[in-house]
């Protein structure tokens, strides 16, 4: 009871004040009888309140829900619900001992509960990292009507969350692919040149069908205009390669690199998936780490998210030569490699084009890094001094050797795509789409 019992500084104040008649008194003694009143009405009160405030042994209860798994870089919800058993309105303070990857010292709510009513208390959390986060106690402190002693109520709420890669972001590109209504997030409506050579199906000619597709003998059967449905290859195999090299770790609003791609992968083999094609993963570093064959049976989105929440790097260099050496050995089909990377330099680049060159022999390799937002600023703006214009001098010829890598890819007949982080998904899923429609695959 002792480490629950706190005196509230309104009881320090009025001690205070009596301290200060005290000492006036040794000049003039008539007041000290106001003193001890003072004080003698202060522990009554303290008394009382101590009596109020300790009157029932639950008279908090509280319990906090959340998931067993947070989405990163996503506002995640966590509910608390607070129950007021006293018979009197309690002001409380509520510190919830958050994870400690968010680094929230100063975490404090403050709630004033009726009398035997419930509150509830919401709030958000973002995480930037994937792995485990462990919520701990829930800690509150309830003051006494007279507002002179607070009580602290601990209630074990332990309780072990995992970060996932962007699941929200997934679900959301989801109902979209399924409603068919993907430009909503930006993902361009693409013309189709042709149709690929997958029948589905013999229709009535509706208004806007191509008048190429007509079927004569259907329509001399029917005496009425039928048309050859046609839709996209199906059953096509796509992986995504994520590099967790070194320069997979560079930071961009809070979230590596890699981070971004483990998204972007997660959302566009989803999307892959709801049009009937087979999606894997394949991460690799120094050695391959993770394969995970293509397919498009139901649990498959379950273990690529499995696969992708425990990606961890080690800061080494990536063996591209090794890369192609499994895929050439493991991949017999021709399919669609999605790369994500990242290339600072174009010698970075030469350096591995060997490698590169052949995966693209055998499949269709799409090349995916990053723009550098940071130095790009740096170009755009104004500079007055000298070492500002020596800055943005550096900082555009950077800039400048990332559009020669796109041209080097492109003169080697690799597809690529230089973004943004923020702007990884939509564009990735744009390539992904326009590769479909143009029967690249």
Same mark, same amino acid.
């Given at each position: 009871?002792?480490? $629950? ?22 000049? =003039?003694?008539?007041?000290? =009888? ?7 009405? !202060? ?15 639950? *008279? ?43 680094? *929230?010292? @100063? ?67 989801? /109902? ?5 209504? +993907? ?12 149709? $690929?050579?997958?029948?589905? =199906? ?15 003998? %259907? ?46 992968? /997660?959302? #566009? ?22 394969? #995970? +064959? ?16 425990? =990606? ?42 060997? %490698?590169?060159?052949?995966?693209? @022999?055998?499949? !269709? ?13 740096? %170009? ?28 080097? #890819? ?5 597809? $690529? ?25």
């Amino acid at each position: 009871m002792i480490k $629950s019992f706190f005196i509230n500084n309104i009881a320090y104040y009025i001690a205070g004040t009596a301290s200060v008649v005290f000492a006036i008194s040794f000049f =003039q003694p008539v007041i000290f =009888q106001i003193g001890v009143l003072i004080l003698l009405l !202060l522990g009554i009160s303290i008394f009382v309140d101590v009596i109020l405030v300790y009157s029932k042994k639950s *008279g908090i209860k509280a319990d906090r829900i959340v998931g067993d798994r947070f989405s990163i870089s996503d506002d995640n919800k966590v509910l608390i619900n607070l129950k007021n058993n006293f018979s009197f309105p309690v002001q409380v303070s509520i510190i919830d001992e958050i994870p400690v990857q968010f680094q *929230g010292r @100063k975490w404090i709510k403050r709630a004033k509960i009726k009398s035997e009513t419930q509150y509830e208390l919401n709030y958000t959390l973002k995480p930037l990292t994937r792995g485990e986060y462990v919520f701990d106690n829930i800690n509150i402190f309830a003051h006494g009507p007279l507002q002179l002693v607070k009580r602290r109520f601990i209630i074990n709420a332990r309780h072990i969350v995992k970060v996932y890669p962007s699941y929200i972001q997934m679900r959301r590109y989801q /109902l979209l692919a399924v409603s068919n209504r +993907l430009q909503e997030a930006g993902v361009k409506r693409i013309r189709k040149i042709g149709h $690929s050579m997958e029948f589905e =199906q013999i229709k009535e000619y509706v208004r806007g069908d191509d008048y190429r597709t007509i079927n004569w003998k %259907a329509t001399a059967r029917k005496d009425a205009l039928m048309v050859n449905n046609y839709t996209d290859e199906r059953s096509q195999q796509i992986y995504c390669l994520i590099n967790k090299g070194r320069v997979m770790k560079m930071p961009f609003s809070g979230i590596s690199l890699l981070d971004y791609a483990i998204n972007a992968s /997660l959302v #566009l083999s989803n999307i892959a998936l709801v049009r009937q094609d087979k999606a894997g993963i394949i991460t690799f570093e120094k050695n391959l780490d993770t394969f #995970l +064959l293509a397919d498009k049976k139901p649990m498959q989105m379950n273990l690529i998210l499995e696969n992708l929440y425990r =990606q961890k790097t080690d800061y080494l260099e990536a063996d591209f030569e090794k890369l192609f050496s499994v895929i050439r050995n493991r991949v017999t089909n021709r399919s669609l490699f999605i790369l994500f990377t990242n290339f600072e330099s174009l010698a970075s680049l030469q350096r591995e084009m060997s %490698a590169l060159k052949k995966i693209a @022999k055998y499949h !269709l390799l799409l090349v995916v890094f990053f723009e550098n937002t940071e130095l790009k600023k740096l %170009a755009e703006g104004k500079s007055t001094s000298v070492e500002g214009i020596y800055i943005k001098t550096i900082a555009e010829k950077f800039a400048y050797e990332k559009r020669l890598m796109v041209k080097e #890819l492109h003169k080697n007949g690799i597809p $690529s795509i230089l973004t943004t982080p923020e702007n990884l998904t939509v564009n990735t899923i744009n390539k992904y789409l326009e590769l479909k429609t143009r029967m690249s695959i």
